[in-house]
Nanobody, 124 residues
Framework: QVQLVESGGGLVQAGGSLRLSCAAS????????MGWFRQAPGKEREFVSR???????YYADSVKGRFTISRDNAKRTVYLQMNSLKPEDTAIYYC??????????????????WGQGTQVTVSS
């Protein structure tokens, strides 16, 4: 099993930046592909970004060019750098771990482990 704890959320004005972190404990972190999802009030959880075990990255069209996912296996941490934030980015952001699949995996059900989420609020 792996435990995930997100941090770095907060309130920011439109156009600003935030960096989310997700610290992992438990099994070998490098064995997992890691993803970020978000869920706004009244909406379904949606895919934001994914980084594979080898470092390949994938993004939702809505965040491409603004968000950057990265990982530091030595620190057992995955990051989501969010720039040029928009009010529509407001959501709870979750990190998730996928032990088995490869490639661009965008559906939440594919990820075995989840963090508790961190709130990101972007004011206009």
């Amino acid at each position: 099993q792996v435990q995930l704890v997100e941090s770095g959320g907060g309130l920011v004005q439109a156009g600003g930046s935030l960096r989310l972190s997700c610290a992992a404990s438990g099994r070998t972190f490098s064995n997992y592909a890691m993803g970020w999802f978000r869920q706004a009030p009244g909406k379904e959880r949606e895919f934001v970004s994914r980084i594979s075990r080898s470092g390949s990255t994938y993004y939702a069209d809505s965040v491409k060019g603004r968000f950057t996912i990265s990982r530091d296996n030595a620190k057992r941490t995955v990051y989501l750098q969010m720039n040029s934030l928009k009010p529509e980015d407001t959501a709870i952001y979750y990190c998730a771990a996928d032990e088995t699949r490869v490639g661009r995996v965008v559906y939440a059900g594919a990820y075995e482990y989840w963090g508790q989420g961190t709130q990101v609020t972007v004011s206009s």
